[in-house]
Each structure stands twice: as structure tokens, then as C-alpha cells.
């Protein structure tokens, strides 16, 4: 499945997402997250060892939201499966590649400052084929003052 060129165009723009893993048959939690995409994958970037990543090697199934960055109404809803999991250092890279487009810093620390993995934990890529993808684009609502 394709991802839009409005998709991408959010996610280089710094749009947030929201996404959900099985915690159990009854279960299901939710974070926030930064975002990424290579070609029509999304991509994930977490620490290992989190609840979540327990969650998505028992359930690989996973939904998304992925909010506009400028338009609150505007998201698209994405549901896919997570069909690679890297952890190498490979996640470390990319997740200086994500806080630099978000924050304009290497992640947790300064430019010029090297990774120390005593301080930061090491990181894992989610690699999600998307499966169904709803898009609720709508135009921005505007507030009225009172």
C-alpha cells in the first residue's frame, strides 16, 4: 500500500503519531511517538526493553494515527503489521536523525556530544508495512474568541 505524498509531506514536517499495541487479548496501549517513513513503510524508533516492544513480538499488528502538524482536524488512521525489527546501532543514528528534525538537537544530548550508552539506552527500528489506511483530511477549523 502507498503512502500519499500528503502523508509524507506531514511526517518531513514533524507531525506526531499516535500508536497502539496489544498489551493482551483485552488490552491495548497507546503512545505518542515520533515518526518516520522509508518509502511506503513507516518507521518506528523506540528503546528496547519497553512494554510496547514486548507488545509487538507477541502481536506484530499495530495501529497509527498520524496527526497533521498544522491541521489538528487532519490525520490519517494506518493499520499494519511490523514485518522487521533492527536493533543494531542503526536506531541510534536514526533516532539523531528524528530528534534533529524535531527538537534541532541529537537526541538527549548536544551537538557535538557523543552517544554514551550509559546514559541513553539503545534503540529499536519498527519497519511497518501499512495494511489500511483512512484519510480524514479536513480544513482547519477556526476558533472563534468569545
Known sequence: MQLSNELKESIDNNAFCAISTHLNDDEIQTHLMWIDYDNDYLIINTEKERKKTENIRSNSNISLVVFHPTAMYSSWEIRGVVVEILSDHSADSHIDKLSLRYTGKPYRRELGEE????????????????????????????????
Not at 552517544?115 to 482547519?140: A, C, D, G, T, V
Open 115 to 146: 552517544w554514551n550508552y550509559e546514559k541513553i539506552k539503545s534503540r529499536e527500528l519498527w519497519r511497518i508495512k501499512p495494511e489500511k489506511i483512512n484519510s480524514m483530511l479536513r480544513p482547519q477549523a477556526k476558533s472563534t474568541s468569545e
